[in-house]
């Protein structure tokens, strides 16, 4: 058995199932491994930033950790960014990157590079394998501290992946959450009923089903209002779940909605900041004297700290009081005439179909899909959580791949989509069943927006030309033919409700152009 052999064995082992790959010489011993081992399935990426973005997507929807296989400094760095938004999320990614042979390096070859330093500006957990002998061991260590939210990357010289191994080096490590505090329960507990308008923010996997239930259960007994932060990794919703309040993108409103409590407990979730800073110095989102309390730890599971909140609050609520808590369904109507970003929101959430995975980066166009959410037929659904665009399509993918019976919807900003369109060819090759909607503004809208809050109300020429997307336009059906991912543009909402209904009674991928007005 090889090293690279012992990497992979390891990982099946340990329930790894897919792997986003975009190798080059120094991984080539991995790659004749998984033509051995057939537990893991390798998903050929055209660009490293996809083979990180689709890993965050399957491990946000699957749970479980997708290995990424990158070559050397140059692949890790194209595939940070989204391994940030993966940081963000807590979400398992496992990165292993090739390094050259430990002879080969000392001379500075054309590629070298400071690939642990590289590492390192993602904070998680990062090793460099001295030995063959330790791969199986190493790789098991970066899979459990995945599975706590942390990126993991282990990083293998090529001669050390074609080592040999000697027999019986495969290592098991026992996965398990760290248990619940039971010393801060009564302190939350206390601060839920002696405040007059308790919130209760909620992230991570606190916005699963278990977390929800719980979170129900806490509203209908203490009267407490459910937030979520601004961008969740991903958050069930949908009739029967409760209704949670979203923090604002911009951070006067979220200061305007949130100041209207006087107690915040927060589960899966730091305290909310504001994104950038500007003349008005908000930081916090919270109001400054307000009281606050992180009842959880990134090593614990969120869900079931909820639970146990939930227990400590008291017996089970009355039927009646729980369903008063719960989203009713509500589908919108269909909207006609016109298409922007208002009625491309309605057309899609009343059409979704349930159980659908909704992936959201359309920026400023997908934010007026929200008001929808909680009322539509139970769904999930998976944002930017860590703000570096260029997400949506290979998160679409590897949601796609982490559960094949559910149909995706990408709400997929024109301008962040060219960041990472290579991700349209792996979902044509992979035959995933995703639905990309381009909201086609043909701009940097957002960033005009926030030229606004930082005081730049009238940009010249020359500003404009860094926002607009135009000259020439995007031509977005050409674009995703090439990639083998069939197309349509629309630019009325009729024709768009047409398309989408075709999209969604067919099979396989499929693009629509929606010209905004």
Request: proline share 7%; glycine share 8%.
């Amino acid at each position: 058995m090889t090293g690279a052999e012992s990497v992979l064995i390891t990982a099946a082992h340990a329930g790894v199932e897919m792997c986003f790959a975009n190798p080059g010489t120094t991984e080539l011993p991995l790659v004749a491994a998984l033509d051995q081992l057939r537990e893991i399935r390798p998903v050929l990426c055209l660009f490293e930033g996809v083979c990180t973005g689709a890993a965050d997507g399957y491990g946000r929807v699957k749970g479980k950790p997708a290995m990424t296989i990158l070559h050397l400094g140059p692949g890790l760095a194209n595939g940070i960014a989204n391994l940030h938004n993966a940081r963000r999320a807590r979400t398992p990614v496992v990165n292993i990157v090739g390094e050259h042979t430990t002879w080969l390096k000392p001379h500075d070859p054309p590629l070298n590079m400071d690939i642990e330093g590289l590492a390192k500006a993602i904070p998680g957990w990062q090793k460099q394998s001295e030995s063959a002998d330790e791969l199986s061991a190493d790789t098991a260590w970066a899979i459990c501290n995945s599975l706590y939210g942390q990126v993991s990357t282990l990083i293998v010289p090529a001669d050390i992946q074609s080592a040999l191994v000697g027999a019986g080096q495969i290592t098991a490590r026992e996965f398990a959450f760290n248990p619940v505090s039971e010393e801060m329960m009564p302190h939350a507990v206390s601060i839920i009923q002696e405040a007059a308008n308790p919130a209760l923010i909620l992230g991570g996997r606190a916005l699963g089903r278990k977390g929800l239930e719980a979170a129900a259960q806490i509203k209908a007994k203490s009267g407490c209002d459910l937030i979520m932060m601004t961008f969740p990794s991903l958050f069930e919703a949908g009739a029967g779940l409760p209704v949670l309040k979203r923090i604002p993108y911009f951070p006067d409103e979220a200061r305007k909605l949130l100041k209207k409590y006087d107690a915040f407990i927060l589960v899966g979730a730091g305290e909310p900041t504001a994104f950038f800073g500007y003349s008005d110095g908000i930081i916090s989102l919270l109001p400054d004297k307000a009281p606050r309390l992180r009842l959880d730890t990134n090593r614990q599971d969120a869900a079931e700290v909820l639970r146990e909140l939930s227990l400590a609050l008291g017996p089970e609520a009355p039927s009646g009081e729980l369903q008063a808590v719960l989203a009713r369904l509500d589908i919108p109507s269909l909207p006609a005439g016109r298409l922007d970003a208002v009625s491309l929101c309605a057309a899609i959430a009343a059409l979704q179909p349930e159980e659908c995975i909704v992936v959201e980066e359309g920026i400023s166009s997908g934010a007026f899909y929200y008001a929808y959410s909680p009322y539509l037929k139970p769904y999930r659904h998976l944002t930017l959580t860590g703000g570096s665009i260029g997400s949506g399509m290979p998160m679409s993918l590897g949601a796609a791949l982490a559960d094949p019976e559910a149909k995706v919807i990408n709400i997929q900003a024109d301008g962040s989509a060219m960041y990472t369109l290579q991700a349209l060819w792996s979902q044509a090759r992979e035959k995933t069943d995703v639905i990309t909607v381009i909201c086609a503004n043909r701009k940097y809208f957002t960033i005009e927006l926030e030229a606004l809050r930082a005081g730049y109300p009238s940009p010249g020429k020359d500003a404009q030309s860094l926002t607009n997307l135009t000259g020439p336009s995007l031509d977005w059906v050409k674009l995703s033919k090439a990639m083998g991912v069939p197309a349509v543009r629309v630019d009325t909402a009729e024709g768009f409700i047409k398309a989408f209904r075709g999209a969604l009674e067919e099979a396989g991928p499929f693009l629509i152009e929606a010209l905004l007005e």
